[in-house]
């Protein structure tokens, strides 16, 4: 698994690194540090992940499997 | 008319977020909205629709050029009314100075406060936990946001705090002939604050990058702007987040199950502040302007007209959360617009969830066990923000 964070619609919620601080992480101003680019998905970290994707009020974030 | 009518007026095409029945009935209200009005219609002043769906308030927060902010939160401001700012502003000119203020309220920033927000709740508590009785509202909630903003990331000096908290307590709950006077002297304040501030040496907080400023179409922000800048900083995070407090203590106080699951599972408690925001939201609705023709929600907006993105009845959209008016602390699937959507998510919403877990923390610590006030029932004074008024509860002190 896999997610994207769109750096055009993130705007800091930060709702992604409180579900899922081993996947997500913050920069200096709260938005997610990796943007437009693919974060590999620990394994076992799959749930919370997902949870951070429903969550994001932005629905900035996407999931893909490979 | 097949629904049950819940106000005596017809919310959807004769919307008035003024209206007392939505003060009351807020819930069912915006319930109603969600399932059956996906735009409703207001004649009130010069008219606006009303935004209610999750998809429909995320896509139109989203969308700043057909959106604007320029034109003020408020549907129908007075004439002479006051911008706050980067609030009041679309980008470009928004977005910079959002980036000299985000940093003092990232998370990284706001962690340094947890031990001072601790303090501060614990001393509130210290002043009512043995009488076995308080009104939370004015007791602690009113207070705790202040406390806890003036003393760290608004650094304003001891001295001053008594009055500038009487006078912003005046302007956010005070009878309504007083509020504009001492809105006034807040202004006066600040403006003289931030003033003094300009000619001292530089601290590195968030004071001195509001006295900077930034850079304003090649020239720099007039002064005016920087005073509506710590204007919109210092009043954004206090009532909202005194109403939001006051909702959770509320909610824990008609359910017991649910704080004895919060006392026995302190993890929970982040869900706990999620699921706060969602249900008891300060920001009902903040206004835009459309910029451009736009269809939203089946309903054809011209560029001129006014809106409201509906944040409080989108976090109760079935379509985003299952069983939305539950209050539920081991949901998976929370999703709320309680901070808003779109470039003006709340400055201070790391902060506010900091000053919510620690309120709910230390006050189910001290006292673990309460209700409301037998015969009482909390008010609220409700419009484009909503603020529970008092909140009375009792429970037996321990000894």
Known sequence: ?66 | MTEARVTSRDMHTDFDIEDVSLAENFEEVLDDLVAHCPVAHSTVGKGYHVINKHADVRKAGQDWRTFSSADGWLLNPPDQSIPILPEDLDPPYHDTWRRVLNPFFAPGNVAKVEELAHDCARRLLDGFADKGECEFVADFAAHLPGLVLFNSIVPVPEADLPQLFQDIDTYSFGPLDDRVPAFVRVYGYLDAFLKRRSEEDPRGDVIDAIVAGVDKDGEPSPWEDKVHTLLDVVFGGLATTTHAMSGAIYHFATHPEIRRDLIANPDLVANAVEETVRLYPPVVAPARTVRNDVEIGGVQLKAGDRVALNYAAASRDPAACADPAEFDIRRTDIVQSAFGVGVHRCLGAHLARLELRVTIEEFLARIPDFELKPGSAPTYESAQLRTMKNLHLVWTPST
């Open chain 1, 1 to 66: 698994m896999k997610v994207t964070v769109d750096g055009s619609l993130c705007t800091g919620h930060g709702r992604c690194y409180s579900l899922a601080p081993d996947v997500f992480e913050p920069d200096d101003e709260g938005y997610s540090m990796q943007r437009d680019v693919p974060i590999p998905v620990p394994p076992g970290q799959e749930e919370l992940t997902s949870r951070a994707v429903h969550a994001c009020p932005e629905g900035a974030i996407t999931a893909t499997e490979s």
